[in-house]
Structure formats: C-alpha cells, structure tokens
T-cell receptor, first 116, second 113 residues
Framework: DGGITQSPKYLFRKEGQNVTLSCEQN?????MYWYRQDPGQGLRLIYY???????QKGDIAEGYSVSREKKESFPLTVTSAQKNPTAFYLC???????????????FGPGTRLTVL | AQKITQTQPGMFVQEKEAVTLDCTYD???????LFWYKQPSSGEMIFLIY??????QNATEGRYSLNFQKARKSANLVISASQLGDSAMYFC??????????FGAGTTVTVRA
C-alpha cells in the first residue's frame, strides 16, 4: 500500500540528548515536509525539501536538522539545542504542482516526542 | 507572509445537521490554493477538500463543500448531514507556488447524538 510511515509512534528523550525521527514515503512524491504541533494549536513548518540533497528552513528550524539523501526518506533530528522539544511531529509529502495546481500534502501518523 | 484565521475554537452540532467552519486568509499573491484537513483524536491529518484561487466554482467532495468568497478572502467549510465520526479538529491552510502550507489554529467540532 502507498503511504507515509513515521517511526516511532512515541518517543521519550532525556534532556541533552539528540533524537532522530524517521519518515518514509512510497508515493513517489518530490517534496517532503516536517511540522510541529503543540497541544490545541495548528501546524508549524520546521523544514522542507523539494529535491534530493536539498532542503530549506521553515518557520521554526532552530534546534532541528534534516537530511534528504533519498527521495523516499526525510529524517528529522531534534538536537539538544531545541529548548522545548516536547510536541507532536508530523511528516508530509506532496507532488510539486504536476497537475497544474498546488498539490495537497499527505501526512504520516505522527511521532509524539516527550522530553523527560 | 500569508496568514490563516479560524475564529471558532470549538463548535457543537447535532447529528444529521449541517455545520459551517469559518476560515479567512490574507495573501497578496493572486495564485494560491486553499485546503481543509481533518485531524481526529488519533492525530493523523486527513485531506478533505481543495479550492484554487482561479477556480470559478466552489469545490465539493461528498458531504464537504467549500463556500469560497474571493473578494472577502474567506473559504468556509460546510459539512452536511453530520455524523458522529465527524467529531475532530479541522484545519484550514493556504498554499502558494512555493508549495509550503500555512495552517490556521483549527476548530474543534463535536457532533452530538
């Protein structure tokens, strides 16, 4: 089945540790995105990538890093520099306007990160 | 920068009735797309409906329809014949040609039996 997978579903981290969240898609989408969601709020863009080996900062990139070595994969590392990392993290992917319109983003199930 | 405003933090609707969720946006770009997503308690974001800025007709997808008023910069979602499974958080988002989406704060809908 085509879709986006994220792992793990729940992640616990001690302060000062880096953690990496996985995101994989088999939809042949060009672009991939990482969002952060805090309780009762909307989504905020962390990083996005439109092509392999290239990515851009979103609105809240500080304390995060990404890589895009393969089209299917876009892992997110939450570093110890992120002051308040406890949140729900969502990965998404999309085509790049191949249908003559702005394509919708498809989302994974999310990873809930808690810093202890 | 573009901005999305959803003024209704929470709404209650009776089963089988219709509900309208408000969304206003602000952008100076003439080319954009408006999206509505549903987020149930499981957390996954589910795409519902899309409206392009140049589309002449309001978008419809099953029980979902979009009341698009371009001059007023509003894109309200109408859910007809509400079902208990419609209880969720609903987000409006705007996308420009840079392919990024900006989301509103969301509206929680609770359907009562």
């Amino acid at each position: 089945d085509g879709g986006i997978t994220q792992s793990p579903k729940y992640l616990f981290r001690k302060e000062g540790q880096n953690v990496t969240l996985s995101c994989e898609q088999n939809l042949n989408h060009d672009a991939m995105y990482w969002y952060r969601q805090d309780p009762g709020q909307g989504l905020r863009l962390i990083y996005y990538s439109q092509i392999v080996n290239d990515f851009q900062k979103g609105d809240i990139a500080e304390g995060y890093s990404v890589s895009r070595e393969k089209k299917e994969s876009f892992p997110l590392t939450v570093t110890s520099a992120q002051k308040n990392p406890t949140a729900f993290y969502l990965c998404a992917s999309s085509f790049l306007g191949s249908s003559g319109r702005i394509d919708e983003q498809f989302f994974g199930p999310g990873t809930r990160l808690t810093v202890l | 920068a573009q901005k999305i405003t959803q003024t209704q933090p929470g709404m209650f609707v009776q089963e089988k009735e219709a509900v309208t969720l408000d969304c206003t946006y602000d952008t100076s770009d003439p080319s954009y797309g408006l999206f509505w997503y549903k987020q149930p308690s499981s957390g996954e974001m589910i795409f519902l409906i899309y409206q392009g800025s140049y589309d002449q007709q309001n978008a419809t997808e099953g029980r979902y329809s979009l009341n698009f008023q371009k001059a007023r910069k509003s894109a309200n979602l109408v859910i007809s014949a509400s079902q208990l499974g419609d209880s969720a958080m609903y987000f409006c988002a705007i996308g420009l040609n840079d392919y990024k989406l900006s989301f509103g704060a969301g509206t929680t809908v609770t359907v009562r039996a």
